[in-house]
């Protein structure tokens, strides 16, 4: 089911989930932290459509592929999972078929590390960062970029919903190694 080679993991993913939902040890990086840009989008349908929470509104893409998503970081940031939500059954042959994730510094230096295959997906599609290697949990990157390779049927523009960020939560104390979850216990874990 998955192929991998040098930086890219290949896989399928199928269906996709209704509701949202992500463990609560993960928060939205690209909420207000992040600049968004398109590679082409038609009128109305652009940047601040993929962003609103309203899964009645697209980003429709207007040009040839690969259709582009890029999110740039102030600063290095920890991400462990992207989130989209497309829907076949109503958007046919523009609904993403192949999408490839890469991060870098920016333009000049992305590099592939996910390559992933959507197989007629209603709902929310999770990608993980994760590499293959249990100790690589998240990306640390100052530039993230989605491109749509493919869509369902041949289609040449795309529809993407919505698309969300996620990182790991910091830890709330600093230098501790792991975190205390009463707050009694965290009342008194730091000495004076």
């Known amino acids: 089911m998955a192929d991998s080679s040098e930086g890219e993991e290949e896989g399928k993913l199928t269906g996709g989930n209704?509701?949202?939902?992500?463990?609560?040890?993960?928060?939205?990086?690209?909420?207000?932290?992040?600049?968004?840009?398109?590679?082409?989008?038609?009128?109305?349908?652009?940047?601040?459509?993929?962003r609103d929470d309203n899964l009645d509104t697209l980003w429709q893409s207007d040009g040839a592929q690969p259709h582009l998503v890029n999110i740039q970081f102030q600063k290095k940031v920890k991400l462990?999972?992207?989130?989209?939500y497309v829907d076949f059954k109503l958007d046919e042959s523009y609904t993403p078929s192949?999408?490839?994730?890469?991060?870098?510094?920016?333009?000049?230096?992305?590099?592939e590390i996910k390559v992933v295959e959507l197989v007629k997906p209603t709902g929310w599609v999770y990608i993980s960062l994760s590499g293959s290697d249990p100790r690589e949990t998240f990306v640390n990157t100052f530039m993230l970029q989605i491109a749509i390779l493919a869509n369902?049927?041949?289609?040449?523009?795309?529809h993407v919903r919505?698309?969300?960020?996620?990182?790991?939560?910091?830890?709330?104390?600093?230098?501790?190694?792991?975190?205390?979850?009463?707050?009694?216990?965290?009342?008194?874990?730091?000495?004076?």
């Not at 192949?98 to 590099?111: T, V």
């Not at 969300?164 to 874990?189: A, D």
């Open 18 to 50: 209704q509701h949202l939902v992500v463990d609560d040890d993960l928060r939205e990086m690209a909420a207000k932290k992040a600049a968004w840009s398109v590679s082409s989008c038609k009128p109305g349908n652009g940047v601040a459509s993929l």
């Open 80 to 84: 462990q999972l992207v989130v989209l």
């Open 98 to 111: 192949k999408i490839s994730i890469r991060a870098g510094d920016g333009f000049h230096n992305l590099k």
């Open 152 to 158: 369902h049927l041949n289609g040449r523009d795309t």
């Open 162 to 192: 919505q698309i969300k960020i996620y990182g790991p939560r910091p830890n709330p104390i600093p230098l501790q190694p792991f975190q205390f979850t009463s707050t009694e216990f965290i009342k008194y874990s730091i000495l004076r």
